[in-house]
C-alpha cells in the first residue's frame, strides 16, 4: 500500500518527469527560468495548484456529466490558482510581480489539465494527491535546475547571489538560452537516467 503511494510520487520525478521526458509545460518552462529562485516558485505554485486539482477532481469526477467534464475541471483548477494568487499576492509580492502572468496561465498548463483527464478522474483522492506531488516534485526540481543552469551561465550567480565578478554568457539569460540550456539537459537526464535503466 505504502510502497504503491511512493511509486506513484517518484515516477513524476523520473519515469513521466513532466519536463525531461514527456515535454509538457514549455510556455513557462522556457518563460520563467531566468534565474533557480524564479524556476523554483513556478514550479512550486504549480505543484499547490496540481495536488488540491487533482483531489477535488477526482471527489468530483463521479458527479460532472461527461459533456462538461474539461470546462469543469477548468472552473476547479481556476478556483485554486485564484486562491494561489492572492496568497502570493499577501506573501510574495516581489515573485508575484515576477511570475506576472504565468501564474494565472496555471489555469491552463497542460500539465495540471492531463494529470486531471489521464489520472485523478480515474483514481482516488489519496493516489490522486500522490501523482499530483509526484509531477510537481519532477517539474519543480527540473525547473529549479534549468533556473540554476541558466543564472550561473548567465549572470554568475545561484539563488541571486553573485559568486563570479563580471558579465556572463548574455544568451542564457535571454530565450535563446533557455532552448539550449533544456535541450543539453534533456540529453543529460536521458543518459543518466538510460544508465540507472540497465
Given amino acids: 500500500m505504502i ?3 511512493f511509486q506513484l510520487i517518484t515516477k513524476g520525478l523520473i519515469k513521466e518527469n513532466p519536463t525531461f521526458v514527456l515535454l509538457l509545460g514549455m510556455c513557462p518552462t ?3 527560468t531566468t534565474s533557480a529562485i524564479n524556476g523554483m516558485s513556478m514550479g512550486l505554485a504549480t505543484l499547490f495548484v496540481l495536488v488540491l486539482s487533482n483531489m477535488a477532481i477526482s471527489a468530483t469526477a463521479p458527479y460532472i456529466p461527461d459533456k462538461v467534464r474539461i470546462p469543469a475541471y477548468i472552473v476547479i483548477i481556476a478556483a485554486f490558482v485564484t486562491i494561489l494568487q492572492f496568497i502570493m499576492q499577501a506573501f510574495t509580492p516581489d515573485i508575484y510581480k515576477t511570475l506576472g502572468l504565468f501564474i494565472p496561465l ?3 498548463n497542460c ?3 492531463g494529470r486531471a483527464e489521464a489520472f485523478a478522474n480515474k483514481n482516488s483522492v489519496v493516489d490522486s494527491a500522490c ?3 509526484g509531477i510537481g516534485l519532477g517539474f519543480t526540481i527540473a525547473l529549479t535546475i534549468l533556473g540554476l543552469v541558466r543564472e550561473l551561465l548567465g549572470s554568475g550567480s545561484a539563488f541571486g547571489h553573485k559568486f563570479i565578478s563580471g558579465d556572463g554568457i548574455l544568451v542564457f539569460v535571454l530565450a535563446p538560452g533557455a532552448f539550449m540550456a533544456l535541450a ?3 540529453v543529460l ?7 540507472k535503466g540497465e
Fill in 189 to 195: 537526464f536521458k543518459k543518466v537516467t538510460a544508465k
Fill in 3 to 5: 510502497m504503491g503511494k
Fill in 131 to 133: 501523482d499530483g506531488l
Fill in 106 to 108: 496555471i489555469v491552463v
Fill in 30 to 32: 522556457l518563460a520563467t
Fill in 184 to 186: 543539453y539537459l534533456i
Fill in 111 to 113: 500539465i495540471v489539465l
